[in-house]
């Protein structure tokens, strides 16, 4: 008996690792940007139903890492760069808003698919709209579901709109969450986020050394 359920156990691992791998496959050559529906379709595509073997976000985002160092190499490193760069000038233009980056392109597994995800912060849910406006910014706005903690939920507008080859999501939060950022898809904990000096920091911390290959 004792055999037989470490046998169901190891099953069931192998299966998520696999799935795993397989949805990070997808989120990478397929721009799949949803981690929920990644591991959905891979299921679909490995076979597997039962919802044992369904990995978790952080297990598929720490196969994703695996598979771009793997198979990605400079292009992920230059795509991840790119949008870093892309971040810094959109921090120092939405400076009235509080701007925090966040998302894969801090995380560090940003690709050529990923947007630039920025959380601005105002009481008034228009201001930002006003403020693109202003500027002559077209914008599409749609809406994301955050969760503050277990029992806590928001309905937030997110501003979409694409610059130099690069698509940005502009989130707009209250101002209160300048103290408490909402939870991660990832890990259920309050979101990584950094600010335009943390971000230039990282730059300069990841700037190729003289001499190296952008290819």
């Not at 890492?65 to 760069?81: K, V």
């Not at 809406?143 to 989130?171: H, N, T, Y």
């Amino acid at each position: 008996m004792h055999r037989a359920r470490e046998h169901t156990a190891t099953q069931t691992r192998e299966r998520r690792h696999r799935l795993a791998h397989e949805a990070a496959r997808l989120m990478v050559e397929g721009g799949i940007q949803d981690f929920h529906q990644a591991k959905r379709k891979a299921a679909i595509r490995l076979g597997i139903h039962d919802d044992a073997s369904l990995p978790r976000n952080a297990e598929i985002e720490q196969a994703l890492r695996e598979h771009q160092r793997l198979f990605a190499g400079s292009a992920q490193s230059n795509a991840l760069r790119q949008r870093r760069e892309a971040a810094v000038h959109a921090l120092e233009f939405l400076q009235a808003f509080a701007p925090r980056l966040a998302g894969p392109v801090l995380e560090g597994t940003a690709d050529a698919h990923s947007p630039v995800q920025l959380h601005l912060h105002d009481d008034d849910p228009d201001a930002v709209q006003r403020f693109l406006d202003e500027h002559g910014i077209p914008a599409e706005v749609r809406s994301r579901r955050l969760r503050w903690d277990r029992e806590r939920v928001l309905d937030a507008p997110v501003w979409v709109f694409s610059a130099d080859g690069v698509v940005f999501e502009l989130l707009v939060l209250p101002c209160h969450a300048l103290r408490q950022a909402p939870l991660s898809a990832v890990d259920e904990k309050p979101m990584r986020r950094a600010s335009l000096a943390r971000l230039r920091e990282l730059l300069q911390d990841t700037a190729p050394a003289p001499g190296d290959t952008q290819g």
